[in-house]
């Protein structure tokens, strides 16, 4: 017969499994790569000094986020809060305050493949958070929640970083729920005027695993209306759709079954106690507030009784209740029948003594008894005969056995030790040796000394610059290795002390550097300034003293060519390099750069001093200051030189009757400065092409026959 209780919990797990008057609450299932939903932001969402987050979420996977806190559920964009989880599995709340993110993790995982429901408080003064109704981490700590502004949407996961798995019933609060109103938001959905209900989401807008494509919104169950815009969901497929979520009861489940019990049947709603079989209605409410109406047969079993005459030898044991009798008499147990109900059993009992002998002995080791037969252990051993009514008479031998002793004595041993039990004995080498003594319960005592060597061992790690010498300073070394060294006698038993070092001696690397510089170079070490090109040795040194780094270093000095060469009236920078960049300077006017006298050639045109500054191989360098003498030139007279056009528009025809030779012919502008300059070995007539500004300039030739300067009009 299956007993009663096994029996309503079968029934009751029946109702907990049965299809009948079931429903599922809807919920929506993110891909956890791109799918969310899009509040628009407005002053509710963006305003409570107090908050409540809270959702149900289930979820296979976790690692569809790339970091512990990087999985956001709901997420405010303007950062005033964020609520998620990660790939860690822990739950995150993160609120922005007026000098920084404060944020509370649990110490709590989630687990996959399960339901949880998590949730998220902040009352001013504490955050907490709370995982299927049970506060698991709290943050004191007092600040004003930030918010960027009042119209900062609030999104439903992260479509970067994503949230993989499933969500139903998610809320916001705008004050922080008590543990109790946790709970309660676990089993109860709010109407939507609830007080302080922010967004309320069911999940409840799509048909489950069927294709919605034409819903664009998540409805807000508030009285905010704060919808959801859809985005990235397929809503065609198990995944990324509407879903099923946690199944509920919702109507009454019917049922019937038998049951048999003693004396008396309390009915599961325990409403109601029967005495007599018969059939009887019962209504309980589900684990879901459902009711489950019963109809159940019951039928009352009996109790029964009984007598059995026993006999016994000093005493009887009650096999029922173990209770030990030792005087004749009437006694009664209580027991099961085989209808499950109580059965009393009398028993009349008459119990009959038996005849006993005592022997005692005390001995080492072992004793040999009346019997002869030979003990090793103490206690009390019964010989049985057989007497009248099988009531034994019994030969009681109480033994103690007192033992031989052992024990174990480590003695250090140098050069020798004496034995401590007997200082007629003396240990020279390690090993093992015994001693035999008598105990206080006058049985042997044996020692065992273990005598073991008195030297030390130790080791020594250590870093020289160089070599190292060993701490008895016998041996130097210059390498690095594993050495051993021996300290004699120096231990507190006056033995020696073996040490094992482990000894770094550093190796100064090795590098060759490359470099290139202006008028000096300073060695990495800092100890010498390099003027000329040349290659020279560095060495560093680490922080402990020791070559870290020897340098090969190939030093470039590169120098500007600062000379100046005058030709009549025209200073001509000496350098060759093409590439170079020139600035004339009036050293008379404290080195002040003349404008726009940037080329390789400068003509004065007036008394003075003048240095020019030198840009070549990306270093700067700037000449001595050159007294300048304007030069007699000598008038060619008599040369009959014509310039056409004039005015001209950039091209001019240069004609002279008389041929001149060795030419150098520049366009200086008013200021002196040198604007184009040619040179020829001899002039007849050319033409020449120039791209000058429109203005007056001055047109200068000089030869061998002599020196004139013309005016020229550019338009």
Not at 81 to 94: C, E, I, K, P, S
Not at 249 to 277: G, H, I, W
Not at 558 to 579: D, E, I, K, Q
Not at 654 to 679: A, C, F
Request: glycine content about 8%; charged content about 20%.
């Amino acid at each position: 017969m299956i007993p009663m209780k096994e029996k309503l919990l079968t029934f009751l797990t029946f109702l907990l499994l049965c299809n009948m008057g079931f429903s599922q609450r809807g919920a929506l299932y993110f891909d956890g790569v791109d799918d969310y939903l899009v509040i628009k932001g407005n002053s509710k969402l963006n305003g409570p000094a107090h908050i409540t987050i809270e959702t149900w979420l289930y979820s296979g996977n976790f690692n569809s986020s790339p970091c512990a806190d990087c999985a956001p559920i709901v997420w405010n964009q303007g950062k005033a809060y964020r609520f998620g989880t990660g790939n860690t599995r822990v739950v995150n709340l993160t609120l922005n305050s007026t000098s920084s993110a404060v944020t509370l993790s649990s110490t709590t995982v989630l687990s996959i493949n399960k339901w949880h429901h998590i949730a998220g408080t902040y009352d001013g003064n504490k955050m907490f958070i709370y995982i299927d109704g049970v506060a698991t981490d709290s943050l004191a700590s007092t600040f004003t929640v930030l918010y960027n502004s009042s119209t900062d949407d609030v999104w439903i996961a992260d479509p970067v970083t994503g949230w993989g798995g499933i969500l139903e019933e998610t809320r916001i609060w705008n004050y922080a729920r008590s543990k109790k109103e946790i709970q309660e938001s676990m089993i109860k959905k709010f109407p939507s005027s609830t007080s302080g209900l922010l967004l309320s989401y069911g999940y409840e807008d799509g048909i489950p695993y069927k294709k919605n494509t034409s819903v664009s919104l998540i409805k807000d169950n508030s009285s905010n209306g704060n919808d959801g815009a859809i985005n990235n969901f397929k809503l065609e497929d198990t995944v990324s759709n509407f879903v099923l979520g946690r199944s509920y009861c919702d109507t009454a489940v019917y049922s019937a079954f038998n049951a048999s019990q003693c004396l008396k049947y309390t009915m599961p709603s325990k409403k109601r106690t029967v005495t007599k079989s018969g059939t009887y209605n019962d209504t309980i409410i589900s684990q879901k507030g459902c009711d489950s109406i019963m109809t159940i047969t019951v039928t009352i079993l009996n109790s029964t009784t009984g007598t059995i005459i026993i006999a016994a030898c000093d005493s009887f044991r009650n096999p029922i209740n173990g209770s030990i009798y030792k005087r004749s008499g009437k006694y009664t147990g209580t027991t099961r029948n085989v209808a499950g109900c109580d059965s009393v059993v009398t028993f009349n009992l008459t119990i009959y003594k038996k005849d006993t002998t005592r022997f005692f002995y005390n001995e080492c080791n072992s004793a040999v008894l009346k019997n002869g037969k030979t003990v090793i252990y103490s206690g009390v051993y019964v010989d049985s005969l057989k007497g009248f009514r099988g009531c034994d008479s019994a030969v009681i031998h109480t033994v103690t056995i007192r033992r031989n002793t052992y024990a174990k004595v480590t003695l250090p041993v140098c050069l020798f030790v004496i034995c401590p039990s007997n200082r007629a004995k003396v240990f020279y080498t390690p090993g093992i040796y015994y001693d035999t003594l008598a105990n206080k319960a006058s049985c042997d005592s044996v020692i065992e000394y273990n005598v073991v060597s008195a030297s030390t061992s130790g080791s020594l790690s250590a870093k020289a610059c160089g070599s190292f010498k060993s701490p008895s300073g016998k041996y130097t070394y210059t390498k690095s290795g594993t050495y051993q060294d021996t300290l004699t006698g120096i231990n507190h038993l006056g033995c020696d002390s073996f040490i094992s070092i482990n000894l770094v001696i550093p190796v100064a690397a090795k590098k060759q550097l490359d470099v290139s510089d202006c008028r000096s170079y300073k060695v990495p070490s800092g100890s010498r300034t390099i003027t000329n090109t040349q290659q020279v040795m560095d060495m560093l040194k680490s922080k402990d003293g020791c070559d870290s780094i020897e340098y090969t270093i190939n030093v470039t000095i590169n120098r500007p060519n600062t000379g100046v060469m005058r030709n009549g009236n025209v200073l001509t920078a000496a350098t060759t390099n093409s590439s170079a960049q020139f600035q004339w300077l009036n050293c008379d006017a404290g080195h002040s750069a003349i404008s726009g006298a940037v080329n390789k050639q400068y003509a004065p045109g007036k008394n003075g001093n003048f240095a020019v500054e030198v840009k070549e191989n990306n270093c700067t360098d700037t000449s001595v200051c050159s007294a300048f003498q304007m030069v007699g030139i000598r008038d060619l007279k008599g040369f009959e030189i014509v310039v056409k056009p004039n005015p001209s528009n950039g091209n001019i025809v240069l004609q002279s009757l008389q041929p001149l030779h060795h030419v150098n012919i520049t366009i200086s502008d008013i200021q002196g400065r040198v604007v184009e300059n040619w040179q020829m070995p001899d002039l007849k007539e050319h033409t020449f092409e120039t791209k000058v500004n429109p203005g007056v300039y001055y047109l200068r030739i000089e030869s061998e026959e002599g020196i004139k300067v013309l005016p020229i009009l550019f338009e």
